[in-house]
């Protein structure tokens, strides 16, 4: 047997439209693999719901090739050294994969990966996987590159492999042998193809009617939202094929509202790619302020970061919300900016910290489209405009008669409809009367959002104010903006303050992810 064509598969976890693999098969014996890297899920944004996402793909991914000829390779270790063994048993002749746009982790990974393959005179070819381009310098034409990269032709699995004699197909890990903590998540969508298949065909054949009416409630959201976004994440389904499957779905369809949420649904897939695009231009986003000047602009404290991230705010629409979302890894994207806004003006608290958390978790975590969120909803990005929430008015809004909050906070579940959005404001007696503790069974607010949010506004205005802060601002807007959004010039977007009860949410932060 001659040298080997390695498939590197990562957030790919597919054989349908897998263009490195179809390639790859066309020149020679071909060995799928999967390397488990132990050091990338000890990243403080990993976790253990999401690696079991992730080893229900695998394991499904690895009867498919079974199926094939040749079943999927799994080793555990440095990818380095996996292709250094791999290279001295066999001898390699050429690696493909899928490009990434992941964390800071995998980013220098795949410089020391590339660095190995000219060490070797190995070439390594790296396939788009999102409508997302390397190497881009401007963002003109970027939406019309999109369009020409969904509208390529679907590839089917490759023909039957040749089968490796001899090769141990390796071991699946759990999660405790990971050094992954217990991650207890009842709720979570299980992973593998054929789940994704089954819920993107009754998305398109039932539940996206919904689409457009219900996404922004949580009550709703669950079945009217595709719920695709860990299969997208994770590479069970192609970017690709949703998308034409769903501009075939729409073009069917007689019932005009029932083409618009489809409509809506195939702009929030371009969005999706838009934002992971930030990330592939500008890596450090992840970590430093996109906008020089907010460095520095929030203080740690722990204390608020823990009642956040545990949903006991005493905000009860706020602590449903997390409460939810610890508990099944989703939820919807309305939600998701809520409890960011909250986390960084009415709890001041750094966004990078309240990112961490929520990274972790989204069983469908995507870096590109979660930092950039990160940083456009605690404004730190300085060209978006400021989204203080009002989660009062969120709870009455999207959930007036309390399903969701009695729901996920079962210790207000005896609080009475006209208290149950503030049960803080009940009176000692009343409180007897139900049996409910407020500050004992269910804490006080840690803070009072409304005055809290006013400091907030001033001092990011403020900050937006300074000598140079504009200039900075439209450069940034230059690199990063979309060109088909329909905002206004970030320039002209700062001029006007809004009022802090008022929901502030843009074009583009309604449709960033395709969820």
Not at 133 to 152: H, N, P, Y
Not at 460 to 487: E, K
Request: aromatic share 10%; proline share 6%; glycine share 8%.
């Amino acid at each position: 047997m001659g040298p080997l064509q390695i498939v590197w598969f990562k957030r790919d976890l597919r054989s349908f439209d897998h263009r490195p693999l179809l390639e790859a098969s066309l020149r020679g014996p071909v060995l799928p693999l999967y390397v488990v890297e132990p050091d990338l899920w000890l990243q403080p944004d990993s976790s253990a719901r999401q690696w079991e996402f992730c080893r229900e793909c695998l394991v499904e991914l690895r009867a498919a090739f079974a199926a094939l000829g040749q079943p999927l390779v799994v080793r555990i270790g440095a990818i380095e050294q996996v292709l250094e063994r791999a290279h001295r048993q066999f001898g390699v002749a050429g690696l493909w994969s899928h490009e990434e746009t992941g964390n800071g982790w995998t980013y220098a990974r795949d410089l020391r990966v590339a660095d190995w393959a000219r060490r070797h005179g190995i070439e390594w070819q790296e396939i788009p996987q999102f409508g997302v381009t390397r190497r881009l310098s401007r963002r003109t034409g970027w939406a019309k590159r999109w369009e020409e990269r969904m509208a390529e032709e679907l590839t089917g699995a490759p023909l039957p492999l040749t089968p490796l004699p001899g090769l141990d197909p390796g071991p699946l890990p759990v999660a405790e042998e990971l050094g992954l903590e217990a991650d207890f998540c009842p709720g979570r969508q299980k992973g593998g193809r054929a789940q994704g298949l089954k819920t993107l065909a009754s998305f398109l054949d039932q539940r996206s009617r919904s689409y457009q009416s219900g996404l922004s409630s949580p009550n709703t959201a669950d079945v009217s939202c595709s719920r695709l976004s860990p299969h997208l994440s994770w590479g069970s389904l192609s970017m690709r094929e949703v998308v034409q499957k769903s501009r075939l779905r729409r073009q069917a369809l007689a019932a005009v509202p029932w083409r618009r949420s489809l409509q809506r649904f195939d702009e929030r897939l371009h969005w999706h790619c838009h934002f992971i695009q930030k990330l592939e231009c500008q890596p450090s986003l992840e970590y430093s302020e996109l906008h020089p000047l907010t460095a520095g602009l929030r203080d740690s404290n722990q204390e608020r970061l823990a009642a956040w991230a545990e949903g006991r705010t005493g905000l009860p629409f706020v602590d449903a919300c997390m409460r939810s979302l610890n508990a099944t890894g989703w939820l919807n994207f309305r939600m998701r900016a809520m409890l960011l806004s909250v986390a960084s003006y009415q709890l001041w608290i750094p966004w990078r910290e309240s990112g961490v958390h929520l990274a972790r978790q989204f069983v469908d975590y995507e870096p590109g489209i979660h930092w950039s969120q990160c940083q456009m909803q605690s404004g730190t990005t300085g060209i978006n405009t400021i989204r203080i929430y009002n989660p009062l008015k969120q709870g009455l809004d999207h959930d007036p008669e309390g399903v969701f909050i009695r729901r996920w906070l079962p210790e207000l579940a005896n609080v009475p409809p006209v208290y149950l959005h503030t049960p803080w404001t009940m009176d000692d007696r009343t409180q007897a009367r139900h049996g409910i503790g407020i500050g004992r069974a269910y804490p006080l607010p840690l803070i009072d959002w409304n005055t809290a949010a006013a400091v907030a506004r001033d001092r990011v205005w403020a900050l937006r104010q300074q000598h140079g802060f504009a200039a900075t601002a439209d450069a940034i807007q230059n690199r990063h903006g979309s060109r088909r959004s329909g905002l206004r010039s970030s320039s002209s977007g700062r001029r006007s303050k809004l009022p802090i009860d008022q929901l502030c949410f843009d074009f583009v932060g309604d449709t960033a992810v395709a969820q």
